[in-house]
């Protein structure tokens, strides 16, 4: 299953709603890569960067590096998790109203893996030398 087919079989609903964030997501940046991994739609950046889910009746984007995220505006979930954090949404309205933040975090995550990346390739280039 494509990370698009497992939307697209969501309630009406829920799937314009996921098919809006997907779109604010791969308008993030142009390497960004849609997969379907671990039953959600997931977005890669130099490693994982986020995903949508529906679960329990709650919509979602689940951030990867989330405990590295400033949370300037205060709308991720840390929910007793050690890594990934949340940013929750009920309708395109709802997506609407927090898009400034929702498009600075997605930014901010670009950034924690491309610094992320850097220091592999740091550690990499000192354990090869």
């Not at 791969?26 to 890669?44: N, P, Q």
Request: proline content about 1%; some cysteine; glycine content about 4%.
């Amino acid at each position: 299953m494509s990370a698009l087919a497992f939307i697209e079989k969501q309630e009406p609903n829920i799937q314009k709603t996921m098919l809006y964030l997907r779109s604010i997501i791969l308008d993030s940046g142009i390497h960004i890569e849609e997969t379907f991994s671990y039953k959600v739609a997931f977005y890669k950046y130099l490693g994982w960067l986020c995903y949508i889910n529906y679960s329990k009746g709650k919509l979602y984007i689940g951030f990867c590096e989330g405990h590295l995220l400033s949370d300037e505006y205060g709308l991720l979930a840390r929910e007793e998790r050690k890594q990934i954090y949340r940013m929750y949404f009920t309708t395109i309205t709802d997506v609407q109203q927090k898009e400034e933040a929702l498009r600075a975090t997605l930014q901010e995550a670009l950034l924690v893996n491309e610094e992320k990346q850097k220091l592999r390739k740091i550690k990499k280039a000192k354990t090869h030398a």
